[in-house]
T-cell receptor
Framework: GAGVSQSPRYKVAKRGQDVALRCDPI?????LFWYQQALGQGPEFLTY????????KSGLPSDRFFAERPEGSVSTLKIQRTQQEDSAVYLC??????????????FGEGSRLTVL | GENVEQHPSTLSVQEGDSAVIKCTYS??????FPWYKQELGKRPQLIID?????GEKKDQRIAVTLNKTAKHFSLHITETQPEDSAVYFC????????????FGTGTSLTVIP
């Protein structure tokens, strides 16, 4: 596609429900990132994939958060037993470059999660 | 890890005036410093970036300066226009970390017509 696509754009969940957020990066992009953006804050790193390999998951706030990118393209961020503090916009970004060759991040429009 | 601080958190300027946003970083190994613009409800988009081997970079009305010794970098917007109103984020990237971008907390810029 022309850009990074995320779905759903908006998700309302009851506390304790599981949610899955999808990211479809730009075709051919090697690197894929998930960020969490709370209201009025900058994006906070969650996890990074290079192709299908999850090279860094140090930003995942708890073991309720899980991300995968099984075929090196589409990625899913799953949050189990959602809590109110999980309410945020979840941004996905992709880059054509990997490793030390830092390149521009292309962001999706985000998935806004509200946990009631 | 890296710690990026950004100031001010909000900034209002009259149309045509200049706007300056400043960021500091903590890790001297960081070598890439992009600036992203995020309009309300939209995705962040790269507007300008600078690498550590350069002190200044310009692109029309936008410029970024980098002081490696002091570990700070700034975004300068001249002749501001209402469409410049948005939230601006700086970021710092350390090499060999899988491209983990550390973002500042953002500056909400309002350009008053």
């Amino acid at each position: 596609g022309a850009g990074v696509s995320q779905s759903p754009r908006y998700k309302v969940a009851k506390r304790g429900q599981d949610v899955a957020l999808r990211c479809d990066p730009i075709s051919g992009h090697v690197s894929l990132f998930w960020y969490q953006q709370a209201l009025g804050q900058g994006p906070e790193f969650l996890t990074y994939f290079q192709n299908e390999a999850q090279l860094d998951k140090s930003g995942l706030p708890s073991d309720r958060f899980f991300a995968e990118r099984p075929e090196g393209s589409v990625s899913t961020l799953k949050i189990q037993r959602t809590q109110q503090e999980d309410s945020a916009v979840y941004l996905c970004a992709s880059s054509s470059q990997a490793g030390v060759n830092t390149g521009e991040l292309f962001f999706g429009e985000g998935s806004r999660l509200t946990v009631l | 890890g890296e710690n990026v601080e950004q100031h001010p958190s909000t900034l209002s300027v009259q149309e045509g005036d200049s706007a300056v946003i400043k960021c500091t970083y903590s890790d001297s190994a960081s070598n890439y410093f992009p600036w992203y613009k995020q309009e309300l409800g939209k995705r962040p988009q790269l507007i300008i970036d600078i690498r550590s081997n350069v002190g200044e970079k310009k692109d029309q009305r936008i410029a970024v300066t980098l002081n490696k010794t002091a570990k700070h970098f700034s975004l300068h917007i001249t002749e501001t226009q209402p469409e410049d109103s948005a939230v601006y984020f700086c970021a710092a990237i350390r090499p060999n970390t899988g491209n983990q971008f550390y973002f500042g907390t953002g500056t909400s810029l309002t350009v008053i017509p």
